[in-house]
């Protein structure tokens, strides 16, 4: 018996974590002086919490290697295999080295499970659409390592790219910082445009001079980057920008049919990094 699980910054919860017979990883946020567990939503950020955000009021919280290996430890004790779909390591404040040194040791210590840890290299709805499909492979052939290693295949197929309204933001943020930093922070109106690309790393892409036509260029990024805008489908995440995220779909659907656009609200996880408004977008790569 085999347990899938998703990384927290996946974009995926509730009713579809069920749907698609995946659990979701720990997280925590700090909201304030508290830390709470982040177990996920059903439902947009409310109109606080997104002031709250633009307010700094909301931090991620690393997860310990302790923490990581006693979570994934309980499922391997009842006798289940398991396979975790990270987001890029290189997006992890240690570079993912307590994820690792945790899944290292769930492999001496569990000599006759597996525990399997998939560096997706991306973020968001990359890494759940990388997570869905395994799961999907797996479910037809009951082969763990075959799925495991189509899902390495997939890793770095997905990129992300996506427009930050408050640049000043970012600077709050040591991963985000280098990105931001390249900006000219005194020019009023600047929306940076960033990717994680196939590597899994930030990089800046392109500023736009407003946050409306920063979501254009968006679309013209996928359009000089996918591999094919009408053979695959896209994800589109938001917050604080409905608008203009269903802009970006209708222009996807001159292309592709209605169920080959993903369209779904971020998460406050992902939020507190990238600020309370942003668009973003997954696509496969050249």
Same mark, same amino acid.
């Given at each position: ?108 210590? /569990? ?20 997570? @869905?499909?395994? !799961? ?13 290693? /189509? ?11 996506? @427009? ?6 970012? /600077? ?5 910082? !280098? ?72 222009? /996807?659907? !001159? ?5 080959? @656009? ?11 990094? @990238? ?12």
């Amino acid at each position: 018996m085999a347990k899938f699980f998703v990384d927290a910054f996946a974009d995926m919860f509730g009713a579809e974590l069920e749907k698609n017979n995946l659990i979701l990883a720990p997280s925590k946020l700090k909201i304030g002086k508290n830390i709470i567990d982040f177990k996920g939503w059903n439902k947009p950020p409310t109109q606080k919490e997104l002031n709250d955000l633009k307010n700094n009021k909301y931090s991620i919280v690393h997860i310990t290697e302790q923490e990581w290996y006693e979570f994934f430890a309980e499922y391997l004790k009842q006798g289940e295999d398991v396979v975790f779909f990270a987001i890029s390591l290189r997006l992890f404040s240690d570079g993912g080295a307590d994820l690792l040194a945790a899944f290292t040791k769930l492999e001496q210590d /569990f000599p006759g499970r597996k525990a399997k840890l998939v560096n997706t290299k991306t973020v968001s709805c990359g890494t759940s659409n990388i997570a @869905v499909l395994t !799961q999907t492979l797996f479910n037809k052939e009951k082969d763990l390592e075959k799925a495991v290693k /189509f899902a390495t295949t997939l890793s770095g197929q997905f990129v992300t790219a996506f @427009v930050v309204d408050d640049v000043n933001f970012l /600077f709050s943020n040591p991963i985000l910082k !280098q990105s931001g930093s390249d900006l000219t922070g005194g020019l009023l109106g600047v929306k940076p445009i960033i990717s994680i690309d196939r590597e899994g790393n930030f990089k800046l892409l392109d500023k736009a001079r407003g946050f409306k036509s920063g979501v254009n260029k968006l679309f013209s990024i996928v359009q000089g980057n996918g591999e094919n805008v009408a053979d695959f489908t896209f994800s589109i995440v938001f917050a604080n920008a409905e608008l203009e995220a269903l802009d970006l779909k209708n222009k /996807f659907l !001159q292309y592709v049919s209605e169920n080959e @656009v993903k369209i779904t609200p971020s998460s406050l996880n992902i939020l507190s990094i @990238v600020g309370p408004k942003f668009v973003g977008i997954t696509f496969h790569s050249k």
